[in-house]
């Protein structure tokens, strides 16, 4: 596919983007950039009284973050771009009641009076006949003044028979009018139901292709229909498949899936998401078996024809793992410009090199951004000596004098890696100690864990006077 097409993602702001929901929007963006086209960004906030305070802006700093840029609709910053304005669904209201109107004149549309409570009789008139519900078109023969409440419905053409479209990833698809309710399209209050206002908005916006969940497969014949009532080319629809929990259930966040900016205030890296992301129902062919693409590998690779039917599976490990491979690939001064907002609070103290030290260090270990803190705490503020950690192997009067021992040698030593290691090795052999028991007494009194980077790297990063402190420190709260 090289013609440039036309996509766009439509959110509505009633909740946090989740991945499966920014995996449409990736697929969006693959494509238009592969093919030259634009990736719209429209907002669809017509269902009021489901609206989140927040919800617009999580939406564009999530693909912000992502670097999922749209090329016209709602930027980053709040602003519109782009000749097919507005771009916020609440604010087309007089473009949908001007095509309302003709779609009233045709016949189309017509008034509907019924009120939630005869509509929910007939609903359960329907459940007790075990028959899907249909509207019974009552207000057709028993219409009521245009100044009371109503909405406006969209007739079902009679006899229209089936209708069909051939879906790129589903293949041709087929209904059957005759099963379709009149739907409303234009609410009480004058805005308009998902139906009526994507596809107008998707003509007006010249969208060429519409990449959706398979969840709106039976909307799409409304959506047809209203095309042909409107006298407009309906665009080529991609239905992805759904995206589930390892357990084949509705992907939950009992799965570790969440709002997409909950990874990132995790410390994903953007490159690790979208790579999992790509991979959700789509593939770069047979045999092919590349685990991690650039941003414009993936535009290379990437084609509709590619998306899978089947629905694609959550793997939360997998997704850990792509995060710690992108982390171990960066460099240290490269990773270090993203750990910016994860560092702890006392890291802020100390220059830019002496973190950056500290990083190289951790960085093998590094699997979230996140873990920062608790990796690398104590290389910028000294633990409170620990006696239940120092006598783990030892009573107390003698890891204190093996402490005190320990900062004797060290007080000769040079302070570079290789003079530390030459001190403290032969020191165990001297205190009939085990190298090992020995190096877990004096990480316990200089970094207050059991675990930690390499010893002499550790001690020759703290500096010697500091190193001397915490070892003091430790002796004092075993005597």
Not at 224 to 252: M, R, T
Request: with cysteine.
């Amino acid at each position: 596919m090289s013609t440039p097409i036309r996509v766009r993602f439509a959110p509505s702001p009633t909740g946090f983007l989740h991945l499966g929901g920014i995996r449409s929007a990736l697929f969006d963006y693959l494509i238009a950039r592969k093919t030259g086209g634009q990736f719209v960004l429209r907002l669809e906030d017509t269902d009021r009284e489901r609206l989140v305070d927040g919800a617009a802006d999580a939406i564009s700093g999530s693909l912000a973050w992502l670097g999922i840029s749209p090329d016209e609709g709602v930027m980053p910053d709040g602003l519109q771009k782009g000749d097919y304005g507005p771009y916020v669904q609440s604010e087309r209201l007089a473009i949908y009641a001007e095509y309302a109107e003709k779609l009233v004149k045709t016949g189309a549309l017509y008034p509907c009076w019924c009120t939630p409570e005869r509509l929910d009789g007939l609903r359960r008139d329907a459940q007790l006949t075990k028959v899907a519900f249909k509207y019974d078109r009552h207000c057709l023969t028993d219409p009521k003044s245009l100044d009371e409440p109503h909405v406006l419905r969209f007739r079902i053409p009679d006899g229209r028979g089936e209708i069909s479209w051939n879906d790129i990833v589903r293949g041709t698809v087929a209904f059957n009018t005759s099963d379709l309710d009149d739907f409303v399209a234009i609410k009480s209050d004058g805005f308009p139901t998902y139906h009526f206002a994507a596809t107008l908005d998707d003509h007006l916006m010249k969208i060429t292709h519409v990449l959706r969940g398979d969840e709106w497969l039976p909307s799409t014949p409304k959506h047809l229909l209203l095309f042909e009532a409107f006298g407009f080319e309906a665009p080529i629809y991609a239905h992805l498949p759904q995206v589930l929990g390892p357990d084949k259930a509705k992907l939950s966040k009992r799965h570790g899936a969440k709002p997409a900016l909950e990874y990132r205030d995790a410390g994903y890296l953007p490159e690790a998401v979208v790579n999992f992301l790509a991979s959700l129902g789509w593939n770069a062919g047979e045999g092919s078996t590349k685990e991690f693409y650039t941003r414009d590998e993936l535009i290379a690779a990437f084609s509709l024809e590619r998306i899978q039917k089947s629905p694609a599976v959550f793997d939360a490990e997998r997704l850990n793992w792509l995060n710690g491979h992108y982390i171990r690939q960066m460099t240290p001064e490269a990773l270090l410009e993203r750990c910016e907002g994860f560092w702890p609070e006392s890291a802020h103290r100390y220059p830019a090199e002496y973190r950056l030290d500290a990083l190289k260090l951790v960085h093998e270990r590094l699997k979230f951004l996140s873990e920062l803190p608790e990796l690398t705490e104590f290389f910028f503020e000294a633990p409170k000596p620990d006696p239940i950690m120092l006598t783990k192997t030892l009573n107390a009067p003698i890891a204190a004098r093996v402490v005190g021992a320990v900062r004797d040698s060290l007080m000769k030593s040079q302070w570079t890696e290789a003079a530390l290691e030459s001190t403290l090795r032969p020191l165990a052999e001297k205190l009939e100690m085990k190298t090992g028991q020995l190096f877990g007494v004096i990480r316990a009194a200089v970094t207050g864990r059991t675990a930690a980077p390499g010893l002499f790297e550790t001690l020759a990063l703290l500096g010697k006077d500091e190193t001397v402190k915490r070892l003091d420190r430790a002796i004092n709260s075993l005597t």
